[in-house]
């Protein structure tokens, strides 16, 4: 944050050479003296000596404000001894005041509990010697009136500079939050369409190109040539249907959850149509589970077109079962292979998206080599919508 700039009438050198001017003027009108003078006359000069090195260490009242004041008291005790003035007395109560107001804060709480001791010491002395009403206000008025109000006004300056401090410091960390949330928020949405766009998009065309090698590969009015064409064509249309959805949801500002219907586990004949039809043999052990939350079926869904399609492109040819069981609040997805293809990387895109998937709702997801080839398994949490 770029700080505000200092202006010229600011700066310690101005108050310094108009404290001394105006001090300066009021000795020389003879208009400044707060006592009786000393026993021996003094000229007005040393008083403006006196003067002239308070208001030079007013140049310090920024940069070390409390040596400033401590430097300054050997000249207030000489300005007392010769016979207080007023010019003297002020510059003294601004050094208190940019103590209190520049130093640190435990210099600004000493500063402040000394004068508070100062005030309770003389009246415990005017109680002790039985002084007057008049006396002891008099000696107060004297003695803590010029040292409080500085104290106090400087006090009251720095609660309210501190106080501005801290709200500004709470607005930069709301932007900061704010900031963080967004992007949080971006990254989060960037990668559930990640996650679609290879779930749903990649896998319709990683289908489609599977059963076109397939289908080059069969002679002419071959039996299976209409089930794959008929594959390749489902798939082009859900492909299609899927692209303009997510179209249509990253275009619209309304809430659009209810303009498309997530895939859900009652369409599974589809994707085993389209893993027979790409030359895998399925074999489907499925219970049907009841009413799912939307995100545990959706999740658990994809998770089975991600495991399939993964057994078409690594292990061509295999025999794959699809397993879906119910119980015990929770839902049990399992895909295994006994294909001896390429083994799917750990750290690739389907394993990831996957897991992600799995973890979007609480559940959990293991991947990996078992005794017939490649398993998937899913537990997801299964709770009320």
């Excluded at 003296?33 to 003067?51: G, K």
Aim: hydrophobic letters at 50%; charged letters at 20%.
């Amino acid at each position: 944050m770029r700080e505000r700039p200092v202006r010229p009438w600011q700066k310690p050198v101005w108050h310094a050479v108009f404290a001394f001017s105006l001090g300066a003027l009021v000795l020389l009108k003879d208009l400044a003296p707060l006592e009786a003078p000393a026993a021996i006359p003094v000229s007005v000069w040393p008083h403006v000596l006196v003067l002239a090195g308070m208001c030079a260490l007013m140049l310090l009242r920024l940069r070390a404000p409390v040596p400033a004041m401590v430097a300054g008291w050997p000249l207030l005790a000489a300005d007392v001894a010769m016979g207080l003035t007023l010019p003297v007395v002020l510059v003294a109560s601004e050094h208190l005041y940019a103590a209190v107001l520049y130093g640190s804060r435990r210099a600004s709480r000493t500063i402040a509990a000394a004068v508070g001791l100062l005030i309770v010491s003389i009246i415990v002395i005017a109680v002790v010697h039985g002084w007057d009403m008049r006396t002891t206000t008099d000696l107060l008025l004297k003695a803590c009136a010029l040292p409080l109000v500085p104290v106090w006004w400087g006090m009251n300056l720095r609660q309210q500079r501190e106080s501005a401090e801290a709200e500004r410091a709470r607005a930069d960390d709301l932007t900061r939050i704010a900031a963080l949330d967004r992007d949080a928020a971006v990254h989060a949405e960037r990668a559930s369409m990640a996650r679609d766009l290879h779930d749903v998009i990649a896998g319709h065309l990683s289908a489609i190109a599977i059963q076109s090698e397939a289908l080059l590969t069969l002679p002419d009015g071959h039996p299976r040539t209409r089930t794959v064409l008929r594959s390749v064509r489902e798939n082009s249309v859900d492909a299609l249907a899927e692209m303009r959805a997510m179209i249509g949801l990253l275009r619209a500002d309304d809430d659009v959850s209810e303009r498309t219907a997530p895939a859900r586990l009652r369409e599974l004949d589809r994707l085993i149509r389209s893993a027979r039809a790409s030359g895998l043999d399925v074999r489907v052990d499925a219970e049907h589970p009841p009413e799912l939350p939307a995100a545990v079926d959706l999740s658990a869904f994809r998770i089975v077109q991600e495991a399939l399609t993964n057994a078409v492109k690594h292990a061509p040819g295999s025999r794959a079962e699809v397993s879906v069981s119910h119980g015990g609040g929770t839902l049990v997805v399992e895909v295994t292979d006994d294909g001896t293809g390429a083994v799917p990387n750990p750290s690739g895109t389907g394993l990831i998206t996957m897991t992600e998937r799995a973890q979007a709702v609480g559940g959990v997801l293991v991947a990996g080599p078992c005794a017939r080839g490649w398993r998937v398994r899913a537990e997801l949490p299964v709770e009320d919508e």
